[in-house]
C-alpha cells in the first residue's frame, strides 16, 4: 500500500501562485491531482504519465496550471498560476499502482488526504 502526502497549500490573493507537493512512499505509475469545493464533487484537476512525458488538464485550469514529476523523490507536483476564487477546494493528490488505459479521471489506486487551497477575491 502506497501513502501520498500532499503539502502546499494555504491562503492567498486572487492572481497568486501556489505550488502543491505529493510524496509518495512507494513507486507508483501515472498520477494526479484533483480538487473537491464545497458542495460540489471531487474533480479532476491534471494528470502526469509515469515517465512525466505526457500531462493533460482539465479545461479550467489549461494555461494556468502545471504537473510534474521527479521519479527520483516520487514525488508529483502542481504549479498553480493565476490563481482565481473558483480555484478554492481542498486538493488531492492521486496514484495509479499499474498501467491504465479508459481517462484521466479514473483508475487511481491511491489517495491522499488532501491540502486546502483557499483563493480570496
Known amino acids: 500500500q502506497v501513502q501520498l502526502v500532499e503539502a502546499g497549500g494555504g491562503l492567498v490573493q486572487a492572481g497568486a501562485s501556489l505550488t502543491l507537493s505529493c510524496v509518495a512512499s512507494?513507486?507508483?505509475?501515472?498520477m494526479g491531482w484533483f480538487r473537491q469545493a464545497p458542495g460540489k464533487e471531487r474533480g479532476f484537476v491534471a494528470h502526469?504519465?509515469?515517465?512525466?512525458?505526457?500531462?493533460h488538464y482539465a479545461d479550467s485550469v489549461k494555461g494556468r496550471f502545471t504537473i510534474s514529476r521527479d521519479n527520483a523523490k516520487n514525488a508529483v507536483y502542481l504549479q498553480m498560476n493565476s490563481l482565481k476564487p473558483e480555484d478554492t477546494a481542498v486538493y488531492y493528490c492521486a496514484a495509479r499502482s499499474r498501467y491504465f488505459i479508459g481517462g484521466y479521471d479514473r483508475g487511481y489506486d491511491y489517495w491522499g488526504q488532501g491540502t486546502q487551497v483557499t483563493v480570496s477575491s
Open positions: 512507494g513507486r507508483t505509475f501515472s
Open positions: 502526469i504519465s509515469a515517465n512525466g512525458g505526457a500531462t
